[in-house]
């Protein structure tokens, strides 16, 4: 069956450090993999997309990659603020127009 | 404010009790979605409609029934309210079928008792 795992349920990290978040698939064939932001009693807030195709994508802090071998993506969070603390959910979409979201990663930063 | 508008923000049904859940966007989306969110778990998708007029079923339908009104509305309706329907509901929308992301609402918190 589909499986999307993102690599823990929690993450604490010192702030101006790298925050980097795990999202492994297995039996999927994705044609793209979006990033969510959720903060507590909020609904998710779309951060990046990107497609099978592409290797990496960047918008400002943000920057995610994308390996379809490793059945991989990585999300990383550059100079992390205590701002950037939230949970984040990685979620898998096809062609057909659904998309399969992780349990996602609560991140927290340090000051 | 564009975006995702949900009602209600909270409601308490008795079991078997129905209740409807409203959604409606100003973005002029042709794909609209209904998630549930129970704790510490990701959103799992409920029913969806890529456009007006078609409705298709998710991951975990059992027990609730949608209707796309217009290109707008879309709402999610449960007819006999169970304890397990207790969660957090969310409308979704998206400009295209694909390779967009999600605008999500704020969401509806709903226990069952």
């Excluded at chain 1, 969510?36 to 990659?65: A, C, H, M, S, W």
């Excluded at chain 1, 205590?82 to 609560?106: E, Q, V, W």
């Excluded at chain 2, 975006?3 to 609209?32: I, R």
């Excluded at chain 2, 397990?84 to 709903?110: K, M």
Aim: charge should be positive; glycine fraction near 8%; hydrophobic fraction near 30%.
């Amino acid at each position: 069956s589909q499986k999307i795992e993102q690599n823990s349920e929690a993450l604490n990290i010192q702030e101006g450090k790298t925050a980097t978040l795990t999202c492994n698939y297995t039996n999927y064939s994705p044609a793209y993999l979006q990033w969510y932001r959720q903060d507590p009693g909020r609904g998710p807030v779309f951060l990046l997309l990107i497609r099978e195709n592409e290797k990496e994508k960047r918008k400002e802090r943000l920057k995610v990659t994308f390996d379809t071998t490793l059945k991989q993506s990585l999300f990383h969070i550059t100079a992390s603020q205590p701002a950037d603390s939230a949970t984040y959910l990685c979620a898998l979409g096809t062609n057909a127009g659904k998309s399969t979201f992780g349990d996602g990663t609560t991140l927290t930063v340090k000051p | 404010n564009a975006g995702v508008t949900q009602t209600p923000k909270f409601q308490v049904l008795k079991t078997g009790q129905s209740m409807t859940l409203q959604c409606a966007q100003d973005m002029n989306h042709n794909s609209m979605y209904w998630y549930r969110q129970d704790p510490g778990m990701g959103l799992r998708l409920i029913y969806y409609s890529a456009s007006e007029g078609t409705t298709d079923k998710g991951e975990v339908p059992n027990g609730y029934n949608v209707s796309r009104l217009n290109k707008r509305e879309f709402s999610l309706r449960l007819e006999s309210a169970a304890p397990s329907q207790t969660s957090v509901y969310f409308c979704a929308s998206r400009r295209e079928r694909d390779q967009y992301g999600y605008t999500f609402g704020s969401g509806t918190r709903l226990t069952v008792v």
